[in-house]
């Protein structure tokens, strides 16, 4: 089983970077329930998997995004693109990821 290295969000905590493994389940583990993926950048390169239901399940606020409100636990990863797959983020993305939420976390 493949492992991926993203960065989680947990809410009221700062991100930190997480080692997992690459499936549905552990994805689904980490946001609680079923995922929805929101792309962070236009070329598709870096993704914020969150709960799709967190809404309607009164989670939690996390991130102040877009007009929005991320709720619940979320993590960030990295997308091949070609394959359409996720994979680790990159210690530049990882960073460029933290700098990004940093103003737009909810504590």
Same mark, same amino acid.
């Given at each position: 089983?493949?492992?991926?290295?993203?960065?989680?969000?947990? /809410?009221?905590?700062?991100?930190?970077?997480?080692?997992?493994?690459?499936?549905?389940?552990? @994805?689904?583990?980490?946001?609680?329930?079923?995922?929805?993926? @929101?792309?962070?950048?236009?070329?598709?390169?870096?993704?914020?998997?969150?709960?799709?239901? !967190?809404?309607?399940?009164?989670?939690?606020?996390?991130?102040?995004?877009?007009?929005?409100?991320?709720?619940?636990? +979320?993590? +960030?990863? !990295?997308?091949?693109?070609?394959?359409?797959?996720?994979?680790?983020?990159?210690?530049?993305?990882?960073?460029? +990821?933290? /700098?990004?939420?940093?103003? @737009?976390?909810?504590?």
């Amino acid at each position: 089983m493949d492992k991926i290295k993203g960065l989680l969000i947990k /809410v009221g905590e700062k991100p930190e970077t997480v080692e997992i493994d690459n499936t549905l389940q552990e @994805l689904q583990g980490i946001v609680g329930g079923y995922i929805e993926t @929101l792309f962070l950048k236009q070329d598709r390169s870096i993704v914020m998997i969150l709960n799709e239901e !967190g809404k309607l399940e009164g989670l939690e606020p996390n991130i102040d995004f877009r007009n929005d409100v991320v709720v619940g636990n +979320v993590i +960030v990863l !990295g997308t091949d693109i070609e394959n359409g797959e996720f994979r680790s983020l990159t210690e530049e993305e990882d960073l460029e +990821v933290r /700098v990004f939420l940093e103003s @737009l976390l909810i504590r």
